[in-house]
């Protein structure tokens, strides 16, 4: 028996032949279990049709939604933020009003008093002392009650130390001279009481 190999027959003339395929050196044959290698554990998670799309897929949705939900509550949040602006600023002016309007009263009898101290000058003087006690109740109304007692502890809460004077008859820290009433009560002051206190020995 020959071992020489066999020469291959020659191919005749015209005759279509089917090209054999192309392998690299070293490269399995596709379909082979070699080629496969690890492939028999099945595609990988990017390959077309694989579960990862599906997976992909629901988490762009849900990203999609959270993106949703969170410029909605961004146009939400915007839209309070004005409105309560919006009502800020008419509880504002509605209270501006009503302060204004409790004042007039008090321009109105300034202007009679004006007028009658034309026609009687002494008058004048009972007119502003009435007039000054109508301001005073329109602030009380408005909740700052006039604070001006003297003989009561210096609280410095509401009262302001202007001076210091000596007075035997008066306990130290007390109140001896109200130089400039107060209004309303610690917490809610328009100004404090200024004082004078009378000096410890």
Not at 31 to 60: C, F, L, N, Y
Request: aromatic share 2%.
């Amino acid at each position: 028996m020959s071992t020489q190999p066999q020469q291959p027959e020659p191919v005749p003339e015209g005759a279509v032949t089917e090209p054999e395929p192309e392998q690299e050196q070293g490269l399995p044959a596709p379909g082979t279990a070699a080629a496969r290698g690890a492939g028999a554990e099945g595609p990988g998670p990017d390959a077309a049709g694989g579960p990862a799309v599906g997976a992909s897929g629901e988490q762009a949705a849900a990203l999609a939604e959270l993106d949703d939900r969170w410029r909605r509550a961004l146009a939400d949040l915007e839209n309070l933020r004005k409105r309560h602006a919006r009502e800020v600023e008419r509880e504002r002016a509605a209270e501006r009003a009503r302060t204004a309007a409790a004042l007039l009263p008090v321009i109105d009898n300034l202007e009679l008093a004006l007028c009658h101290a034309e026609s009687d000058p002494g008058s004048i003087v009972e007119g502003v002392k009435a007039i000054r006690e109508q301001a005073v109740n329109t602030l009380a109304q408005l909740g700052y009650e006039r604070q001006g007692e003297t003989g009561v502890p210096f609280d410095p809460a509401r009262h302001e130390v202007v001076g210091v004077v000596e007075d035997p008859e008066a306990e130290p820290g007390t109140v001896v001279q109200v130089l400039r009433p107060g209004y309303g009560e610690p917490g809610n002051q328009l100004r404090p009481v200024a004082v004078a206190v009378a000096k410890r020995e």
